[in-house]
């Protein structure tokens, strides 16, 4: 088990930078989840901490050791993929034990690795068989058995629940995170899905476009996003944005929006951007709840959508689009008209330029740079 440091890490292909310059401390132990959207540049990263995609700048260290200029076999890391890379025509147990055997270790000593691997991933009755034979749980599970009998110093995974049903992604999830309580190893779990990463993280790396957006817990990134674009990708339905500007007047303060409505926003004015400034209002839509005519967002109702245990309401308000989650079931319908307020305690406000997080107090928030 070990650290993992990355120090202004590059990656170029030919004149395309794709990663541009990553610092990242991760602790022995920690679980992290690299998480963003599709080509942004997760696997790339992932692929140069194991060794399979050289290094164009910075310096990559493992447990303290410079990791650049050393072969993938011989950084002791191991790696899972989306797509299991099995051996097809090998038993469940010869996969498990094939990286033991390539390396010489002694059979009784393999043999009790694979034991120990199979009781803990619950494989145990299906040794004998071959992938084929297996769903595609099950064959993750080997993925994982091999990687264990390493006892190799970092896992990475590679979104290795990607191929799974949704069912089985939550099972799956939970007991990686179980593996993760047991074996205590240094982990990066690469994700494009925000869930798993809020669900499965110690602390999340939000990448965009090769650049980290926020470093910190899932409920750092929750409830204080530092810009925009982090605000938009955690969550979901998303949180709401409404643009807009402040106004301050006789100790009250409000957001003017649309053809010159205002809605009241009332925090404490220390927490306001200063009066005048243009804004990005955000809230989410738990914190989206109705309220007296005259008072917040007048709305229209424009769909309904409820899991039995969650109902959100799609509404617009001059339009501006704004979701609100109800735990209680409403007695309101498509087209209805109805007034929405945001908790004055969870606004978040963000410069309309920059897209950066504009309230100063932010206790726990943390950025990777
Ligand atoms: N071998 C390569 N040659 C050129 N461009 C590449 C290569 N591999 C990845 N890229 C580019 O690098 C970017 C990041 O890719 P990747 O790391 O696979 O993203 P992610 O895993 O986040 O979906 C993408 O724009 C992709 O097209
Ligand atoms: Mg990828």
């Not at 990663?19 to 991760?26: H, K, T």
């Not at 089985?168 to 982990?187: D, F, Y």
């Not at 008209?337 to 963000?350: E, M, Q, T, V």
């Amino acid at each position: 088990m070990s650290s993992v440091t990355l120090s202004n890490i590059k990656k170029s292909y030919g004149d395309v930078s794709v990663i541009q310059g990553i610092d990242l401390a991760i602790n022995n132990g920690e679980f992290i989840v690299l998480v963003g959207p599709s080509g942004c540049g997760k696997s790339t990263l992932l692929r140069m901490i194991a060794g399979l995609e050289s290094i164009s700048g910075g310096t990559l260290s493992i447990g303290g050791d410079p990791m650049n200029d050393v072969h993938a076999r011989d950084r002791d890391i191991a790696m899972v993929f989306q797509s299991y890379a099995l051996y097809p025509h090998m038993s469940v147990r010869d996969n498990i034990a094939f990286a033991l055997k390539m390396r010489g270790v002694d059979p009784a000593r393999i043999e009790r690795e694979v034991a120990n691997a199979a009781e803990i991933l619950s494989l145990g009755h299906l040794l004998d068989r071959l992938p084929r034979e297996l769903s595609g749980g099950q064959r993750q599970r080997v993925a994982m058995g091999r990687a264990i009998v390493r006892h190799p110093k970092v896992f990475l995974f590679d979104e290795p629940l990607s191929n799974l049903d949704a069912k089985l992604r939550v099972q799956m999830r939970v007991e990686i995170r179980e593996l993760h309580q047991r074996l205590q190893a240094t982990s990066v779990f690469v994700t494009h899905d925000q869930v798993e990463a809020m669900t499965m993280a110690d602390r999340i790396v939000l990448l965009n476009d090769g650049v980290i957006q926020q470093f910190g817990t899932p409920l750092e990134l929750y409830d204080y996003p530092c810009n925009r674009f982090v605000a938009a990708f955690i969550g979901s339905p998303g949180m709401n944005f409404v643009d807009g500007t402040i106004e301050h007047e006789e100790g009250i303060a409000a957001l003017s929006y649309g053809d010159g409505r205002r809605i009241e926003l009332n925090p404490e004015m220390a927490r306001l951007p200063a009066a005048g400034q243009a804004v990005t209002l955000g809230f989410r839509p738990e914190h989206l709840q109705p309220c007296a005519k005259g008072q917040g967002f007048e709305t229209l109702i424009t769909s309904i959508e409820t899991t039995g245990f969650e109902n959100y309401l799609y509404c617009e308000a001059q339009g501006v689009r704004m979701c609100a989650l109800q735990f209680e079931r409403l007695d309101c319908r498509v087209g209805d008209s109805i007034h929405l307020r945001p908790a004055a305690d969870k606004l978040h406000f963000f410069d309309q330029v920059t897209g950066l997080r504009l309230e100063s107090e932010a206790p726990l928030m943390r950025t990777a740079s």
